[in-house]
């Protein structure tokens, strides 16, 4: 695939998934709690995505896999997040962290091992 090809694909996928996680971060969720759904969702459907790489072509995992789910996943803005929690509750910044790799990890887990089969 041409390299300008395959960046257009990524922008593409890279806008809908940076948009996608304004909206999730918007009342009623909030900044918290959208970027914790965003985050796991965005690793549910990564996982999806490499379990069934094979099967899909390469422009398909460009603007799922790199464009959206990269976009719409966010390790700076959890960091910050835990970071500004960390300030004002040291345990309260734990438990957002760890809730939220402990459900990307599982939920990205879980949808490989039921769609790698």
Not at 28 to 45: D, I, K, S
């Amino acid at each position: 695939m041409p390299w300008a090809w395959a960046a257009l694909v990524v922008a593409v996928g890279g806008a809908l998934g940076a948009v996608a996680r304004h909206l999730l971060s918007m009342p009623p969720a909030g900044p918290f709690r959208g970027v914790l759904v965003a985050n796991v969702v965005g690793a549910g459907a990564l996982g999806a995505l490499v379990a069934t790489a094979d099967r899909v072509p390469p422009a398909v995992v460009l603007l799922l896999g790199t464009g959206l789910c990269g976009a719409l996943t966010t390790w700076s803005t959890l960091a910050v997040q835990t970071w500004e929690l960390g300030r004002r509750d040291v345990g309260r910044a734990a438990a957002y962290l760890a809730l939220t790799l402990a459900l990307g990890l599982a939920t990205a887990a879980t949808t490989y091992a039921v769609l790698a089969r």
